[in-house]
């Protein structure tokens, strides 16, 4: 975080294919949270994987961070 940047809970929604991989990442965070901060969580996000399913694959998981 550089300095005199917002810090705060960003919260996300990941929704997973059934391929286990995520398929579309939502962030909804603190005003004027950085083009970079936001890049980062997502790009960290997008590693996330669960085991793959038989279904349509719109599986939505939530998580809160806290971004310093």
């Known amino acids: 975080?550089?300095?005199g940047r917002p810090r705060g809970h960003v919260h996300?929604?990941?929704?997973?294919?059934?391929?286990?991989?995520?398929?579309?990442i939502d962030l909804d965070g603190?005003?004027?949270?950085?083009?970079?901060?936001?890049?980062c969580v997502g790009r960290g996000l997008s590693q996330a994987s669960m085991p793959p399913?038989?279904?349509d694959g719109n599986v939505p998981v939530g998580v809160?961070?806290?971004?310093?």
């Open 53 to 55: 399913f038989v279904g």
């Open 30 to 39: 603190p005003d004027g949270l950085s083009k970079e901060a936001v890049t």
């Open 64 to 68: 809160t961070l806290f971004v310093q």
């Open 12 to 24: 996300a929604r990941v929704t997973f294919g059934n391929t286990g991989t995520p398929a579309r």
């Open 1 to 3: 975080r550089a300095h």
